[in-house]
Every structure is written in structure tokens, then in C-alpha cells.
T-cell receptor, first 111, second 113 residues
Framework: AQSVTQPDIHITVSEGASLELRCNYS??????LFWYVQSPGQGLQLLLK??????LVQGIKGFEAEFKRSQSSFNLRKPSVHWSDAAEYFC?????????FGAGTRLTVKP | KAGVTQTPRYLIKTRGQQVTLSCSPI?????VSWYQQTPGQGLQFLFE???????NKGNFPGRFSGRQFSNSRSEMNVSTLELGDSALYLC????????????FGSGTRLTVV
């Protein structure tokens, strides 16, 4: 069955520390891949997307993600986290006009 | 340009009632999708419309329905509301979901009492 998995429900990092949020997918073909961020009470904002080509993609707010076909993963990274990055992050996959989301990872940033 | 607009932002309904939520996509976007977000279930896909046709549907009961008009505006309807229908309902639009990803509205917070 097709699925998107975000193994970490909640992550806490200190401000200025690096961040990696994990995402794995299980699809018959390589889907299009996305990361979204959601602040409390708001809709989702697109951070970055991967279709093909360079497996390291750059997004907004200093985020990047790396696609690894052999691991069916699309992990999100940021070298230095800011307090304003505290939010919920969703990995999403799209195939045949159908987009599905992972369960989300809530990020807490410690001062 | 204007973003995805969802109305109303908040709704309180009683069990057994029905409700209609509205979504105005970004101009030019013909694909509109709806998602239900709850703390327990996360983001669940309801359905996707493209050029007034339902193209994809999630695993929700028939009480959940939708439609899209010729101007791409979309509505979703929930009949015979249950307490478990309390959620944030998000609408999203795009030219092509697979290529561009979605632009989301701020959602409609539905509370069923």
C-alpha cells in the first residue's frame, strides 16, 4: 500500500543547532516529493519540492532536502535552527494527481 | 495575487445538522483539493476536483461530498454531522498537484457540539 511515514512525532532542538526531519515513502513508482510547514491555526506553506534531477533541493527559509532513491527517503535539513522555525512539518508525496501527507513532525526550539 | 480563500473561518454546528464550506482557489488554478485535519488522524485527503469533475476521492463516508463550479470555486458539504467531524478543513489549489504542489488556504475550523 502507498504510504508516507514521518518516524518522529516530536523533535526538540536548541536554537542554532542543526535539524534533520525524516520522511520515508512507499510507492510503486517514484512520486513527486514535498515538504510543508504549518504554524498553529494556519494552513500549510510549501517549503520545497522534488521532481527529478539534482537530489539536493533548496527551499525557502534556509531549508534543504535530499532525495535518496535507494532508501525511499526525502529528509529535510537546516544547518542552524531559529526560534521562528518552531512549527509542524509535513512531508507529502504526489502521484497521479493525488497528494498524501505524512503524520507530521512537531518541532520545538529551545532558547 | 490573492491566495486561497476559505469561508467561513470558524463554524459551530450541532450534531445531525449539515454544513457547507467554501473555497475560492488562486486565479487560474483548476485543481482544488480538500483535506480534513485532526490531532488524532493528521491530514486526511477528502477529494480533488479538476474542471468541475471529481478526479480523486479519499476514504470518507458518503456524508462528505463536494463540488466545483465553472469558475473553479469549490464547496464541500457534510451532512448529518457527528462529533468526530470536528476538525480543521483545509482547501488547496494548484495548476498541477504533481508538479507545483498545493497552495493552501487557512482552513475552516468546524466544531460539532
Amino acid at each position: 500500500a502507498q504510504s508516507v511515514t514521518q518516524p518522529d512525532i516530536h523533535i526538540t532542538v536548541s536554537e542554532g543547532a542543526s535539524l534533520e526531519l525524516r520522511c520515508n515513502y512507499s510507492y510503486g513508482a517514484t512520486p513527486y516529493l514535498f515538504w510543508y510547514v504549518q504554524s498553529p491555526g494556519q494552513g500549510l506553506q510549501l517549503l520545497l519540492k522534488y521532481f527529478s534531477g539534482d537530489t539536493l533541493v533548496q527551499g525557502i527559509k534556509g531549508f534543504e532536502a535530499e532525495f535518496k532513491r535507494s532508501q525511499s527517503s526525502f529528509n529535510l535539513r537546516k544547518p542552524s535552527v531559529h526560534w521562528s522555525d518552531a512549527a509542524e512539518y509535513f512531508c507529502a508525496v504526489a502521484l497521479n494527481n493525488d497528494m498524501r501527507f505524512g503524520a507530521g513532525t512537531r518541532l520545538t526550539v529551545k532558547p | 495575487k490573492a491566495g486561497v480563500t476559505q469561508t467561513p473561518r470558524y463554524l459551530i454546528k450541532t450534531r445531525g445538522q449539515q454544513v457547507t464550506l467554501s473555497c475560492s482557489p488562486i486565479s487560474g488554478h483548476r485543481s482544488v483539493s480538500w483535506y480534513q485535519q485532526t490531532p488524532g488522524q493528521g491530514l486526511q485527503f477528502l477529494f480533488e476536483y479538476f474542471s468541475e469533475t471529481q478526479r480523486n476521492k479519499g476514504n470518507f463516508p458518503g456524508r462528505f461530498s463536494g463540488r466545483q463550479f465553472s469558475n473553479s470555486r469549490s464547496e464541500m458539504n457534510v451532512s448529518t454531522l457527528e462529533l468526530g467531524d470536528s476538525a480543521l478543513y483545509l482547501c488547496a489549489s494548484t495548476f498541477d498537484p504533481g508538479v507545483f504542489g498545493y497552495t493552501f488556504g487557512s482552513g475552516t475550523r468546524l466544531t460539532v457540539v
